[in-house]
């Protein structure tokens, strides 16, 4: 089992929706985690990162953590063109490595 | 955060050479890794590079391979070793800043072996 599993998609979504992204882990210690984007050929860059349970909120982007299922998704509201991108999932246990999702990648049509 | 500089950006390579990568961050920071992301998958964990030390490997990376240095704080180089056309990849340096959890990355280098 991995320790870290996506959906590889695509997910595609219209202008305008949301889009929902998820990610499942399988270390129940596990006590941080984030989200990073990746533009085709280019390098990941964070865009969220989330400790506690529930949601966090930074702009059009919800982070939620739930530990009990081992479950961490990203919303992206009023998606944009310019969010097509895949989206790695990165969980890090006990404050050692990382370890990094496939990824899911997102298209959103105009 | 800091910001991290990594070259080169890319390079095509004749089998059987070796090539160094460079990544320099502005400012001191505790860990320095290394990663591999080969066409279309995540990220594989090379190595953690330690400051003085020699560096920790990942089950399936050796030294002789990929050795790493990491003389100080603010910089680390990977060199891939007597290379194939199977170590055609993107190779990112990563930091953690001292006191926090995220990760940043190196633009990554783009390395093609023919």
């Known amino acids: 089992q991995k320790e870290v599993e996506q959906n590889s998609g695509p997910l595609s979504v219209p202008e305008g929706a949301i889009a929902s992204l998820n990610c499942t882990y399988s270390d129940r210690v596990s006590q941080s985690f984030f989200w990073y984007r990746q533009y085709s050929g280019k390098s990941p860059e964070l865009i969220m990162s989330i400790y506690s349970n529930g949601d966090k909120e930074d702009g059009r982007f919800t982070a939620q953590l739930n530990k009990a299922s081992q479950y961490v998704s990203l919303l992206i509201r009023d998606s944009q063109p310019s969010d097509s991108a895949t989206y790695l999932c990165?969980?890090?246990?006990?404050?050692?490595?990382?370890?990094f999702g496939s990824g899911t990648k997102l298209n959103v049509k105009p | 955060s800091a910001v991290i500089s990594q070259k080169p950006s890319r390079d095509i390579c004749q089998r059987g050479t070796s090539l160094t990568i460079q990544c320099q961050v502005d400012s001191q920071v505790t860990m320095m890794f290394w990663y591999r992301q080969q066409p279309g998958q995540s990220l594989t964990l090379i190595a953690t590079?330690?400051?003085?030390?020699?560096?920790?490997?990942e089950s399936g990376f050796v030294i002789d391979k990929f050795p790493i240095s990491r003389p100080n704080l603010t910089f680390s180089t990977l060199t891939v070793s007597n290379m194939s056309p199977e170590d055609s990849s993107i190779y990112l340096c990563s930091f953690r800043d001292t006191g926090r959890t995220e990760a940043f990355f190196g633009q990554g280098t783009r390395l093609t072996v023919v």
């Open positions: 990165a969980v890090i246990p006990n404050f050692n490595k990382f370890y």
């Open positions: 590079a330690n400051q003085g030390s020699e560096a920790t490997y």
